[in-house]
């Protein structure tokens, strides 16, 4: 994507910590017309419903049960959509956007190869699936890990969001992290609020990138509405990661190992990995589709003050895989 200004023009000592420190940093990606409301409207009259998701949640951060689906009949408008985030307690998160909207998919691109060129520590990052969140004032996201490293680059509105260390075991407890990687589980985790005692804390204001080390957990709160754009993106460090993880999980979990190595460098890891893919060949280990039956009795309404309307009955979720596949 050309551009006439430089969107991103960090210090050296923060592209020498990209990926590696809990970091907030500046770029000028949020003036594009990408972001604002007509392109919004736009943009989400055209969204494939299979790709456009749409969540509700409570308050309590404890709770993490109470993040629900929420259906999108195919009937409703942006506007309509739009209207309902800012009257709501709604998370909209569009997902593969960097596939779906050349735009996105332009942008995305030059972000990573701004990053792969500044920051070789990372061995030529490589942007993997990315979502644009537009979010509702209050709405927030519970305490949860991602399996790639991603980061938030932060478009509109304020939102807070905590930062926690990566890889520690108080914080997340080995079992979850290695079904995270094995798709047994999602994101979410339980969550404790003295954990916030070991947390970075930041107000992200339009024009703010928030990054974190691979695996470090983080949960958000908005302020105002808010449109953010995620991306993950893949690299050495996460490969080894990742099939370590998925050894641990499928190879030493069963024979009943209580504590499973977790370094990813070194001639054991290395035969894990090896293990683990020649097996996985052999015979796939199962992964579970975990937004195959997707049922919720609550649709998105943007005529209604809570941005939400209640169904008669349940029904599958239109970004449900298995509605998709009807």
């Given at each position: ?6 969107p ?8 020498r ?14 003036s594009?017309?990408?972001?604002d409301d ?7 009259d ?12 409570g ?5 993490n049960?109470?993040w ?15 209207r ?29 190869a701004?990053i792969?060129?500044?920051?070789p520590?990372l061995?030529q990052?490589r942007?993997?699936h990315?979502?644009l969140?537009i ?7 519970y305490?949860?890990?991602?399996a790639e ?7 509109r509105?304020r ?17 979850y992290?290695?079904?995270?990687y094995?798709g ?6 339980p ?12 107000l992200?204001e339009?024009?703010?990138a ?9 949960r958000?709160v ?6 953010s ?7 050495p460090?996460e ?26 460098q070194?001639?054991?890891p290395s ?5 683990f893919?020649v097996l ?12 195959e039956?997707y ?6 309404d943007?005529?209604?003050?809570t941005?939400l309307?209640?169904l008669?009955?349940s029904r ?7 509605r998709?596949?009807?």
């Open positions: 994507m050309s551009v006439e200004y430089a991103i023009s960090w210090s050296d000592e923060e592209y910590n990209f990926g590696l420190e809990r970091q907030v940093l500046r770029h000028d990606y949020h594009l017309p990408l972001f007509a392109s919004l409207e736009t943009l989400l055209a969204y494939p419903a299979r790709r456009l998701q749409a969540y509700t949640m308050d309590d951060p404890v709770r049960e109470d629900r689906h929420v259906d999108i009949d195919p009937d409703t408008t942006g506007a309509d959509m739009l309902a985030v800012h009257n709501g307690r709604l998370w909209l998160n569009l997902t593969h956007i960097e596939r779906l909207v050349p735009a996105f998919g332009e942008l995305i691109e030059e972000m990573y701004h792969g060129a500044h920051c520590h061995e990052p942007a993997t990315s979502a969140l979010s509702s004032p209050g709405a927030q996201v305490y949860h890990l991602d490293p991603n980061m938030l680059w932060h478009m509105g939102k807070h969001v905590w930062l926690y260390p990566a890889m520690d075991t108080d914080l997340v407890p080995q079992h992290l290695e079904d995270i094995a047994d589980i999602g994101e979410n985790l969550y404790q609020p003295e954990f916030d005692e070991r947390a970075s804390v930041h992200l339009p024009g703010d928030a990054s974190w080390p691979h695996n470090a957990p983080h958000i908005n302020v105002d509405m808010n449109v754009l995620a991306t993950s993106y893949s690299t460090l490969y080894r990661r990742r099939y370590v993880q998925l050894a641990n999980r499928h190879l030493l979990r069963p024979l009943g190992l209580g504590r499973r190595g977790m370094s990813e070194g001639l054991v035969l894990k990995r090896g293990t893919r996985n060949r052999i015979r796939p280990f199962r992964v579970a589709d975990r937004t039956g049922m919720t009795d609550l649709q998105l943007g005529n209604s003050a941005g309307r209640t008669p009955d599958l979720a239109s970004f449900s895989n298995a998709s596949s009807e």
